[in-house]
């Protein structure tokens, strides 16, 4: 008979867990292709600094340029879809190696951690920390996403060191 050990329940969370991430990089993706003018909007505001406090010490940060609010954009696009990739070849490189030694489960981790890092470089660097700190997101009342990132946030960092950890046996 088959029993459900601790370590077996361990294996298959990452897996889920790694499925849930990947899940949500495809909806943010389809969000991104399907509504590109809105999410345009968003970034192009952020970046314009348009709807901040007027502070002629930071107004310089401002990019105000069509152009490269459609590069910058489509940047964070293509990071999105990076890290996307790399989440969903980890949860299959997990799956695959559910039933194998400790060692060979513990190497199959190396796509999920690859996409996990560039999901908090795009959810934390680029708009918790540029978005906000650079060109002060957090002082629009309409187009402020430092919340929303942080919640990505706290839940991929965590998730990091979970599929990190080599507690299995």
């Not at 105000?64 to 790399?86: D, G, K, N, Q």
């Not at 942080?150 to 965590?158: S, Y």
Request: glycine share 4%; hydrophobic share 45%; charged share 15%.
């Amino acid at each position: 008979m088959n029993h459900l050990t601790t370590d077996k329940l361990i294996r298959y969370s990452k897996v889920i867990l790694m499925a849930y991430i990947s899940f949500f990089g495809l909806m943010v993706m389809f969000s991104n292709f399907t509504d590109y003018p809105s999410n345009y909007e968003y970034v192009g505001h952020i970046l314009s600094m348009d709807t901040t406090r007027e502070n002629l010490n930071l107004s310089y940060r401002a990019i105000t340029s069509p152009m490269l609010h459609h590069r910058i954009y489509w940047f964070i696009i293509t990071l999105e879809v990076v890290y996307t990739a790399f989440c969903l070849l980890g949860t299959y490189h997990l799956y695959r190696n559910i039933n194998t030694p400790a060692d060979v489960f513990h190497e199959a981790k190396k796509f999920a951690i690859v996409g996990l890092l560039i999901g908090l470089f795009v959810y934390y660097i680029c708009l918790q920390v540029i978005g906000t700190e650079w060109f002060n997101m957090d002082e629009s009342a309409t187009w402020n996403a430092k919340d929303w990132a942080r919640h990505i946030v706290d839940f991929m960092f965590p998730l990091l060191i979970y599929i990190a950890l080599k507690i299995e046996r």
